[in-house]
C-alpha cells in the first residue's frame, strides 16, 4: 500500500513569491493534514481538510492557505513567502472516524533565498 | 502547549529493550496515548496508540498505568535503526485534527 506522497521534494523560492507544495494521501483516506517543521523548532499543526473542506487551522496568518480535490488530493500555497517560511512541510492523513492515527509523508523542503 | 513530558535523551544498547516513559498527568478521559518517532529528515513514522488497556503490535509495545497518568513505549530489541527522535502525544478524536508535537526524546541506539 502506496503511503502519503509530497511532490516536490525541496522547492527554493525567494521572497515575496509564491509557492504551491502538493499531497496524496493514503488511499481510502478523506482527512489530509499539513504541519511545518521549522528549524530547530517542533511540528506546528497548520491546517486540516475533510470531504473538501477547512476543518480546522493553527495559528498562521492568513497566507497560509490550501485546498482539498474530490480525489482527497490536497495542495499547499504559501503567498509573499518570507525568509522564516523555510521549513520541512509535512502533510499527513487519516481515516475520518474517531481515533485512527495520523500517517505522514516525508515532507517537502522549501528554502526561501 | 504539548501536555506531555518526556525525558530530552536516553542511550539503549543494540538488541537490548528500550523503554521510553512520558507522562501525561492532565490526560482527559476520552484522550488516546500516541507514539510516533522521527528520522532525520524523514517524516513522523506512527509507531501505536491506546486508550487504557496495553497495546501491542509487530513494532512496539504500549504499556499505560492504570490512573493513565503516564505511558510507556518498548521497543523489545533495539536496532541501530531505532535511532531517532520519539514523541508522545494525547489526543481525543474531537480535538480539531491537530497532534501536538513536544519536544520528545531522542533515542540512541548504540553498537
Known amino acids: 500500500e502506496a503511503g502519503v506522497t509530497q511532490s516536490p521534494t525541496h522547492l527554493i523560492k525567494t521572497r515575496g513569491q509564491q509557492a504551491t507544495l502538493r499531497c496524496s494521501p493514503i488511499?481510502?483516506?478523506?482527512?489530509v493534514y499539513w504541519y511545518q517543521q521549522a528549524l530547530g523548532l517542533g511540528l506546528q499543526f497548520l491546517l486540516w481538510?475533510?470531504?473538501?473542506?477547512?476543518?480546522n487551522r493553527g495559528n498562521f496568518p492568513p497566507r497560509f492557505s490550501g485546498r482539498q480535490f474530490p480525489n482527497y488530493s490536497s495542495e499547499l500555497n504559501v503567498n509573499a513567502l518570507e525568509l522564516e517560511d523555510s521549513a520541512l512541510y509535512l502533510c499527513?492523513?487519516?481515516?475520518?472516524?474517531?481515533?485512527?492515527?495520523?500517517?505522514f509523508g516525508d515532507g517537502t523542503r522549501l528554502s526561501i533565498l | 502547549d504539548a501536555k506531555t513530558t518526556q525525558p530530552t535523551s536516553m542511550d539503549c544498547a543494540e538488541g537490548r529493550a528500550a523503554n521510553l516513559p512520558c507522562n501525561h498527568s492532565t490526560i482527559s478521559g476520552n484522550e488516546y496515548v500516541y507514539w510516533y518517532r522521527q528520522i532525520h529528515s524523514q517524516g513522523p513514522q506512527y509507531i501505536i496508540h491506546g486508550l487504557k488497556n496495553n497495546e501491542t503490535n509487530e513494532m512496539a509495545s504500549l504499556i499505560i498505568t492504570e490512573d493513565r497518568k503516564s505511558s510507556t513505549l518498548i521497543l523489545p530489541h533495539a536496532t541501530l535503526r531505532d535511532t531517532a527522535v520519539y514523541y508522545c502525544?494525547?489526543?481525543?478524536?474531537?480535538?480539531?485534527?491537530?497532534?501536538?508535537f513536544g519536544q520528545g526524546t531522542e533515542l540512541s541506539v548504540k553498537p
Open positions: 499527513a492523513s487519516s481515516l475520518r472516524t474517531g481515533s485512527q492515527p495520523q500517517h
Open positions: 502525544i494525547v489526543r481525543a478524536y474531537n480535538q480539531g485534527g491537530k497532534l501536538i
Open positions: 488511499s481510502g483516506h478523506t482527512s
Open positions: 481538510y475533510d470531504e473538501g473542506e477547512e476543518r
